[in-house]
């Protein structure tokens, strides 16, 4: 029988013309728990720190609170952190993507069936 590649489900919740988060932003907001670093946190994903700023700037104006804080800083100053509402949004978002996949399986297998083998595999 022939193995199609994996579907996966991708969220996005926006607010008016903003994205307020989605699983890049969830995962730069991860990273930032991690390393408490946003420059730290861009490098791990692969992506420049001005495009990782302007993610953060764009959800921090998204919510009713600032999801990142971060401090002005050089080497071995600065950093970044989570506030309780960038955990609070971090955990809903992560709470919701796990009852979305969960939700989505059977779906996503019947498309699965019908896909065509992924290139490359049997």
């Known amino acids: 029988m022939a193995r199609t590649a994996p579907l996966r489900l991708f969220l996005r919740l926006d607010l008016g013309e903003d994205i307020a988060i989605g699983p890049g932003k969830a995962d730069?907001?991860?990273?930032i728990a991690e390393t408490g670093s946003i420059a730290a946190a861009a490098r791990r994903m692969g992506m420049s720190y001005k495009r990782a700023w302007l993610l953060?700037?764009?959800?921090?104006?998204?919510f009713r609170a600032p999801v990142v804080l971060a401090a002005r800083g050089g080497r071995g100053a600065?950093?970044?952190?989570?506030?309780?509402?960038?955990?609070a949004v971090l955990a809903a978002?992560?709470?919701?993507q796990r009852a979305a996949e969960a939700a989505a399986a059977p779906h996503a297998r019947a498309i699965a069936r019908l896909a065509r083998p992924a290139k490359g595999r049997p």
């Open 28 to 31: 730069l907001l991860a990273g």
């Open 56 to 62: 953060v700037e764009t959800m921090n104006g998204c």
């Open 93 to 96: 978002y992560r709470s919701l």
């Open 78 to 87: 600065g950093g970044a952190r989570l506030t309780a509402e960038g955990e």
